[in-house]
């Protein structure tokens, strides 16, 4: 997939600033506390994961740092840039593509990127030769007359970035970009952000996908009910677990109560039952009680089909973190309201 146009309106010098620097960043709902004093520092050209369940406080986080809402409290600054009395010199630097699609679906593909060109002012030629661009590199030149209602989810996506990126920022929010999304359309908005991010844009990345951070961040933040509870690459928060982590898979389901008590008593450490009700899990430090584990399994007569022993997760990583599993979202922060 050629996208070598991406990113071909030059951009403002940012210099040796941090591109998101917040401290003690606060918003209130009523007596909510959506956000509860978040810390960032993001350098300037990095991918950063901002990860976490549903109603953690990502997509409040970045509507503070997008000027969208004032902090209740703390403060942040894009490119040095204060968030609140310097919001026109954020709003130049920044593009916020959100959970949902911006575009106009009663237009065509290029009639929208056309559209957010002349509102950016540009003339009509530089309009029509700049949606034109952006429609090859993101695979949708043979759409670029159909209207937008008639796109595929992943189409309608890449359209979304493509808008955000009319004029290419320094800082791109990408809130949940590929919530919905089919394999292969996540797979060509991820080579859109690593193709961004290789041509100097900075982007701010929220997911709830684990493998998602895993693959493109270069450090991620994990975020629970509103705080930031862990921050680093996904090497450093792995390691952050423990040693290990033992997989097992069952032959027969049925026989997951008992293999469960064996192993939480040999391994003298609590199991994660996984979502395949053949599957266990567990954060090991010592590798000779896996083989004795193992073993009293085999006596216990309960047979396995795979086991594996290795680095943990990324989902191991939240579980430890959290007390839960990233998929058990919790959906109790009203991020939509406006106090």
Partial sequence: MERDKVVSIERGSSGSELAVHAEGLVRNFGDNAAVDGVDLKVAPGEIYGFLGPNGAGKTTTIR??????????????????????????????????????????????????VLIARLLGHSRRESKARAAELLEAFELSEAASRQVKKYSGG???????????????????????????????????????????????????????????????????????????????????????????????????????????ILSHSLGASMHLESDPAALSARVSDPEKVAHALAELSRSGIAITDFALGQPSLDEVFLALTGRPAEDEEADEKEEEVA
């Fill in 155 to 261: 189409m309608r996506r890449r359209l979304d970035i493509a808008a955000s990126i009319v004029v290419t920022p320094d800082l791109l929010f990408l809130d949940e970009p590929t919530t919905g999304l089919d394999p292969r359309s996540r797979n060509q908005v991820w080579d859109i952000i690593r193709t961004l991010a290789s041509e100097g844009t900075t982007v701010l990345l929220t997911t709830q996908y684990l493998d998602e951070a895993d693959r493109l961040a270069d450090r991620i933040a994990v975020i629970d009910h509103g705080k930031v509870i862990a921050e680093g690459t996904p090497g450093e928060l792995k390691a952050s677990v423990g040693a290990g982590a033992l997989h097992v898979r069952l032959a027969d389901p049925e026989s997951r109560p008992e293999a469960n008590r």
């Fill in 64 to 113: 503070m740092l997008a000027t969208l809402l004032p902090p209740s409290s703390g403060s942040a600054g894009i490119f040095g840039h204060d968030i609140v009395r310097e919001a026109d010199e954020v709003r130049s630097r920044v593009s916020l593509t959100g959970q949902f699609a911006s575009v106009d679906e009663d237009l065509t593909g290029g009639e929208n990127l």
